[in-house]
């Protein structure tokens, strides 16, 4: 079985490597020193690559942090592509 790295979605920097193939992983983080949410390097890549050049297919920049790092969960971890994604704005009370 192959190894898998997670990095730390509060520092950015530290990453671990586990034997096994998960979304993420939480546990405290020994660089930053958070509890926190270790995700997967290949859904971490393919957030990078969005930053880095925005899909025209979503309104990307209108996503927070953790929405992006959902859609590219779902695109790295599932069937999912970019047109099963709607953003949608905030609603206007009237």
Not at 21 to 42: K, Q, Y
Not at 60 to 72: A, H, I, P, T
Request: aromatic share 10%; with cysteine.
């Amino acid at each position: 079985m192959s190894s898998r790295q997670y990095r730390c979605l509060s520092c950015l920097e530290h990453t671990l490597t586990r034997s096994f193939n998960a979304a993420h992983l939480s546990v405290t983080c020994p660089n930053c020193g958070s509890f926190e949410r270790f995700v997967n390097e290949d859904v971490y890549q393919q957030y990078e690559s969005f930053e880095a050049s925005p899909p025209a297919e979503i309104d990307w920049e209108q996503l927070d942090r953790v929405e992006k790092f959902v859609v590219c969960e779902r695109l790295v971890r599932s069937t999912k592509t970019l047109a099963d994604f709607e953003v949608v704005g905030p609603e206007v009370e009237g």
